[in-house]
C-alpha cells in the first residue's frame, strides 16, 4: 500500500528534487537519495499520522515516531529491491521502458545501443538526472544516429563508459586513437592553395566552421535562461575587441529581448532576424530541431541567442546555437585555404582574449555538445550544383554517391532543410574527430573533385 502512495505522490515531486539537486552538486548521489526519500516519506508520515493519532488517541509524538520508523525501513527495502534488479524501480522507470523500446526498434540510435541499465543503477540519482538529460534526444527521437548531447564539457570524463565505445562506434576509430590538432595546410593542395578553378568549376560560397565551448559556462543543453544571458554578456567583451581591430570591425545582432528588464543595445527586429537567416548568417529557430529541443538545447529561446559579423561579411560568431559558439568564415570565391586560413587567424584572436578558454579533453580535441562535433568540430563545406544527381528533386541519389566518399549532402538552408530547386547542395566531409583540419579542408577539395567525376558521369 505505501509503495503506491509513496510512487504516486512523491514520484514527481522526487524528480524535481533529484533536477534540481543533479544541477547543483553530482557529490552526494546517496544524501540526496536520502533527502529525496525523506521528504517522500515525512509528508506520507505526517499525513498517516495525523489519522493513526484519531484512531489510536495516542500523542503526535508517539504515533509519528511508528508511522515514520515503518516508512523509512520500506525505502530501505525498496533500495534493496531495485539494487537486486539491478535499475532504478523509483523516478526513471518511465524513460528505461522508453529506452529499451527504442533499443530494439532502432538498433542504429547509438545512445540507446549503448545505453547500460546496470551502469546507470550504480550512478546514483544526481548523475542519473544528468545522464537521462544526455540520453533524452535519443529516446525522445527513435531514429537518431547518435541520440546524445553533452550538458557539460567534462561530461565526457564523466560518463566515459558510455561516450567512449558510442564515439568510437559513430567515428570509426580505434579504441586507442588520440585526436591531434593540426590546421597547416603548407603541404595541402598545391603549397597549401586549394582552387576549384583547377576542377573546371566557378566560383562557389564556400563556409568553414567550427564548435567551441568555453570552460567554466554548462553546455547549453544544460543552460537556464540567466546563465544563456551571462554567457552573451561575457561574449560581448571579446565582440568589443574584435570590433576595435580594423580587419574585423562588425555587429552584433542580439534576439535577447532584454537584460533583466534593461534595455539590450543589440537587440534585432523580427525582419532583420529572417533577412540574417536568410543570407545564411544567423541560425534558424531551434525549437523546429526536435533532437536539440529534447535536449533543452533549444530552451529559453530567443534568450542568449544571436550573432556577430564582421565588416566584410565574411567573419561570423553565433552566440547560443547547438555548441556555445560557433565559428566561421564565409564567402564566395574559388580558393578553399582562403576561408579555412581566415578561420585560424580569427580563432587565435579570439581565444587570445582574457575570458576566453575553449574546453578541451585529452582524448577528443575540442569539446561539443553533440559527440559528432568533437575533436575539430568543424565542418568545411561548399554549396555547388548537382543538377543530375539531384535529377529526381531529392538528395537520395546524391547522398548515395557522397556517403562513399566521405562526404555529408545537406540542403542550401544547412542540416534537415531540402535541397535547392536548381539542384545545389551543401557538400562537406562528415569527419570531424580524429581527423586533422588540414586534413578535412583537403578531404573537401578532393571530395568535390570525386563528386564532380560522378555528376559528370
Ligand atoms: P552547421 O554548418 O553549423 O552544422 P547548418 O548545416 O544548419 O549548421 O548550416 C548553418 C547555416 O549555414 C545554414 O543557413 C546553411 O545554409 C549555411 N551554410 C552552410 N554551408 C554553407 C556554404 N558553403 N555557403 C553558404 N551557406 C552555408
Ligand atoms: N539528429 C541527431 C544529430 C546528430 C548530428 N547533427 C548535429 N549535431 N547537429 C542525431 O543524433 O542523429
Not at 75 to 82: Q, V, W
Not at 253 to 263: I, M, Q, V
Request: net charge positive.
Amino acid at each position: 500500500m505505501f509503495s503506491n502512495i509513496i510512487r504516486k505522490t512523491a514520484k514527481p515531486a522526487a524528480r524535481t528534487f533529484i533536477r534540481k539537486a543533479s544541477n547543483a552538486t553530482t557529490k552526494q548521489p546517496a544524501n540526496s537519495k536520502r533527502l529525496l526519500y525523506s521528504l517522500g516519506g515525512f509528508g506520507l508520515g505526517a499525513a498517516a499520522t495525523y489519522s493513526t493519532m484519531e484512531q489510536n488517541n495516542t500523542t503526535p509524538r508517539m504515533a509519528g515516531q511508528s508511522i515514520y520508523g515503518m516508512l523509512e525501513s520500506f525505502g530501505d527495502r525498496l533500495d534493496r529491491i531495485e539494487e537486486a534488479l539491478g535499475v532504478g524501480l523509483s523516478v526513471f522507470s518511465d524513460e528505461i521502458q522508453k529506452i529499451r523500446a527504442v533499443k530494439a526498434s532502432n538498433p542504429g540510435n547509438r545512445a540507446m545501443k549503448y545505453f547500460d541499465e546496470g551502469y546507470f543503477a550504480k550512478l546514483g540519482l544526481p548523475l542519473q538526472q544528468v545522464f537521462m538529460d544526455i540520453v533524452r534526444t535519443g529516446f525522445e527521437n527513435a531514429d537518431s544516429g547518435l541520440g546524445c548531447y553533452a550538458m557539460k564539457p567534462d561530461d565526457y570524463e564523466t560518463f566515459a563508459d558510455f561516450f567512449d565505445p558510442l564515439i568510437r562506434d559513430y567515428h570509426g576509430a580505434s579504441p586507442d586513437a588520440v585526436h591531434v590538432t593540426d590546421w597547416d595546410i603548407s603541404d595541402v593542395g598545391e603549397n597549401g592553395v586549394l582552387d576549384v578553378t583547377k576542377l573546371g568549376l566557378p566560383t562557389l560560397s564556400m563556409r568553414v566552421r567550427v564548435g567551441r565551448n568555453l570552460t567554466g559556462f554548462n553546455l547549453p543543453g544544460n543552460m537556464d535562461r540567466a546563465e544563456r544571458v551571462r554567457f552573451e554578456k561575457a561574449m560581448l567583451k571579446a565582440f568589443k575587441k574584435l570590433q576595435a581591430m580594423p580587419e574585423y570591425g562588425g555587429q552584433v545582432y542580439s534576439l535577447t529581448p532584454d537584460f533583466d528588464g534593461a534595455k539590450n543595445p543589440n537587440k534585432i527586429s523580427d525582419a532583420k532576424y529572417n533577412e540574417l537567416v536568410k543570407a545564411h548568417v544567423m541560425f534558424k529557430d531551434m525549437d523546429a530541431d526536435p533532437y536539440l529541443k529534447s535536449a533543452g538545447i533549444a530552451s529559453d529561446w530567443p534568450y542568449g541567442r544571436g550573432c556577430w559579423q564582421s565588416d566584410d561579411k565574411q567573419c561570423i560568431i553565433w552566440f547560443g546555437e547547438e555548441d556555445q559558439l560557433r565559428i566561421m568564415c564565409m564567402k564566395k570565391g574559388t580558393k578553399l585555404n582562403e576561408v579555412f586560413t581566415r578561420l585560424k587567424g580569427m580563432l587565435d584572436t579570439v581565444e587570445s582574449i582574457e575570458g576566453v578558454k575553449f574546453a578541451r579533453s585529452d582524448k577528443y580535441g575540442y569539446v561539443t555538445s553533440c559527440p559528432s562535433n568533437l575533436g575539430t568540430g568543424m565542418r568545411a563545406s561548399v554549396h555547388i550544383k548537382i543538377p543530375n544527381l539531384t535529377s529526381d528533386g531529392t538528395d537520395k541519389k546524391a547522398k548515395a554517391i557522397a556517403g562513399p566518399l566521405g562526404l555529408s549532402v545537406r540542403g542550401v538552408g544547412g542540416e534537415h532543410t531540402p535541397i535547392g530547386a536548381d539542384g545545389t547542395v551543401d557538400i562537406s566531409p562528415r569527419a570531424r574527430l580524429f581527423i586533422k583540419e588540414k586534413e578535412i579542408i583537403g578531404a573537401l577539395y578532393k571530395g568535390i573533385q570525386n563528386l564532380m567525376a560522378e555528376e559528370k558521369k
